[in-house]
Each structure stands twice: as structure tokens, then as C-alpha cells.
């Protein structure tokens, strides 16, 4: 926001503590990742030339402020206009990989066979990533301590 209005519009007050949503619009936990998002002007607006000049300028400042000390800062632009994606994007999150696998099936298959809008939907595809693993690790905390650790 230093850098003046026709660099940063704004940064999001609501950031994330906790997780990060990726390219693909899968959700990454962990108590060590944060997202912050950054609204740039208007191009009319804008006091630069080059998004993606910018963009490497403000990573490099971040990466040099916050990037030490095991943590990582990575910058990835969004567009919200004009859409250059899927018009409509379905996520089936659970716990039970076989449930998630059978609800996605099914709703694709009901999604395809509705008489309304069915024939007329294109491009419908099922993009199902693979099953995010969760490892859940407990210490040992006498042992640890043993061993000097906290």
C-alpha cells in the first residue's frame, strides 16, 4: 500500500490464516500457510505498465521481509474479468474418499441426465484430484524431552 493508489487498491482485510486455496481451487491446510489477497487498480488507474513486472517487484520485496526462517512467499495472479475459466466450478470435500468419489458420480451423472438443462450443458467434465492425505503425528513428549526437544 506504500507504493501509492495507482499501485494497490486495496488489501484484503479478511485474509486467511490456516490454509491456501490453489490453481486448481483445492484447499491446502496446515497451521504454517496464510493468503493474502491484493486488489490492483482499474488499468485506467494504474501508475504501471506490466502486471506481471509488478508482481515479480512486490514477491521479491516479500520474499525479502517475510521469506527467511523456512517460511516461502509465492504471488499468483487472479483474474476475476472476463472469465477465462469454467463458468461453473463444483467442489465435494469430505473426509471419506469413498463418499467424496461416489456424491461427485452421482451428481455428475444427475447433472448429465437432467431433462432441462442437460443436453445443453458443454464441456461438462468430471476433474477429480486426487485425494488430499492428511498425516496426523503425535509426539512423544517425554521422549522428546529426552532428547532436548520442545
Do not use: C, W
Not at 27 to 52: C, I, S, W
Not at 115 to 143: I, Q, S, Y
Amino acid at each position: 500500500m506504500a507504493d501509492g493508489p495507482g499501485y494497490v487498491r486495496s488489501a484484503s482485510a479478511s485474509a486467511f490464516a490456516g490454509f491456501v486455496v490453489t490453481e486448481d481451487y483445492e484447499q491446502e491446510y496446515g497451521h504454517n500457510l496464510g493468503t493474502v489477497m491484493v486488489d490492483l487498480p482499474r488499468k485506467d488507474d494504474r501508475a504501471f505498465d506490466d502486471p506481471a513486472a509488478l508482481l515479480e517487484q512486490i514477491r521479491g520485496r516479500m520474499t525479502g521481509a517475510y521469506g527467511t526462517d523456512g517460511f516461502t512467499v509465492r504471488l499468483r495472479a487472479e483474474k476475476d474479468d472476463p472469465p477465462t475459466g469454467k463458468d461453473v466450478n463444483i467442489q465435494v470435500v469430505g473426509s471419506d474418499p469413498a463418499a467424496v468419489q461416489a456424491l461427485s458420480a452421482a451428481m455428475l451423472a444427475d447433472l448429465r441426465a437432467h431433462p432441462g438443462f442437460g443436453p445443453h450443458l458443454l464441456d461438462l467434465k468430471d476433474n477429480r484430484g486426487l485425494p488430499t492425505r492428511v498425516l496426523r503425528m503425535r509426539v512423544a513428549a517425554e521422549r522428546a524431552r529426552e532428547l532436548g526437544l520442545t
